[in-house]
C-alpha cells in the first residue's frame, strides 16, 4: 500500500507494529507500536522507509505504512 509515498508524506502504521533503530555506531534497537500511530517520511529505500517517529528517526518495512489523507475534492 505504499504507491506514490515519497519523503515528506505523513504514514499511518498499524498497531502492533515493529519499528527498527538502524543506525550507524549506534546498538540496534526496536519498538513495536502499542497503537496505531502517524510518522513523516525521511528517506526511502528498496523495501524501507526511514521515518520521523516520536522524536527519533526510524527504520519501518514499506509494507507496514500507509498514506495518510483523502483524495482533493478538486
Excluded at 504507491?3 to 519498538?31: A, C, F
Amino acid at each position: 500500500m505504499t504507491e506514490n509515498m515519497q519523503k515528506g508524506d505523513l504514514v499511518w502504521i498499524p498497531q502492533h507494529t515493529r519499528l527498527h533503530w538502524l543506525r550507524k555506531d549506534s546498538e540496534k534497537r526496536y519498538l513495536v507500536t502499542d497503537a496505531p500511530r502517524t510518522a513523516v517520511i525521511c528517506d526511502e529505500k528498496d523495501r524501507s522507509y526511514d521515518v520521523f517517529f516520536d522524536g527519533n528517526l526510524w527504520t519501518i518495512n514499506k509494507a507496514y505504512t500507509y498514506p495518510m489523507g483523502g483524495r482533493s475534492a478538486g
